[in-house]
């Protein structure tokens, strides 16, 4: 079945740290993938995503994702994260046609002083 | 603006008792319209999705319904709650195979 996999369910960073977030999903064919995010008491929100092209795909806030199709990954990274960046960050795919979006469980990131 | 608006904010009902929730998207036209359900550690659990008026498509079996009885109002129903429909519900609209964006959710909590 298809199905989008985040194996960290909580994270832990200092500020500064660098930050990378797993994704996986299990479909052999065209796939368009998403990251969104959600701080606290605030909207679902889209961080970035991959259509077609160069897979390295920048987002907002100074996140980016890279598309490795050989390992159906699409992993989130940032290169020194802040206090603010405290959220729930949720892989999504799209696996064909006109469907509705599958999301993975979502993955807790505190970031600590 | 694509604007989605959600009401209530937050709602408490006994067991039993009937369900609206109303979700109602600005500034486009013919739009894909999703339900979910997010649970703490389960992420988002998708129950209905609609590809344009009087068209549903139900993701799990339950006692909730959709209806979608203009082009750009999306309803969650139920006759009668149980306890585990408590939960933040989520719209969503859509456009094929493009992302997806939420509207602000309805937080239920079914007594």
């Known amino acids: 079945a298809q199905s989008v996999s985040q194996h960290n369910h909580h994270v832990i960073l200092s500020e500064a740290a660098s930050l990378e977030l797993g994704c996986n999903y299990s479909?052999?064919?065209?796939?368009?993938l998403f990251w969104y995010v959600q701080y606290p008491g605030q909207h679902l929100q889209l961080l970035l995503k991959?259509?077609?092209?160069?897979?390295l795909v920048k987002g907002i806030k100074g996140f980016e994702a890279e598309f490795i199709k050989s390992k159906f990954s699409f992993n989130l990274r940032k290169p020194s994260v802040q206090w603010s960046d405290t959220a729930e960050y949720f892989c999504?795919?799209?696996?064909?046609?006109?469907?509705?979006?599958?999301f993975g469980k979502g993955t807790r990131l505190s970031v600590i002083a | 603006s694509q604007t989605i608006h959600q009401w209530p904010a937050t709602l408490v009902q006994p067991v039993g008792s009937p369900l609206s929730l109303e979700c109602t998207v600005e500034g486009t036209s013919n739009p894909n319209l999703y339900w979910y359900r997010q649970a703490a550690g389960r992420g988002l659990q998708l129950l209905f999705y609609s590809v344009g008026i009087g068209q549903i498509s139900s993701e799990v079996p339950q006692n909730l319904s959709a209806s979608r009885p203009q082009d750009r109002q999306f309803i969650l129903s139920s006759k009668k709650l149980l306890l585990s429909d408590s939960g933040f519900y989520l719209c969503?609209?859509?456009?094929?195979?493009?992302?997806?964006?939420f509207g602000p959710g309805t937080r239920l909590t079914v007594t």
């Open positions: 479909y052999g064919g065209t796939v368009n």
């Open positions: 999504a795919a799209i696996f064909s046609g006109n469907t509705p979006l599958v």
């Open positions: 991959y259509f077609s092209g160069d897979p």
């Open positions: 969503a609209r859509g456009q094929g195979t493009y992302e997806q964006y």
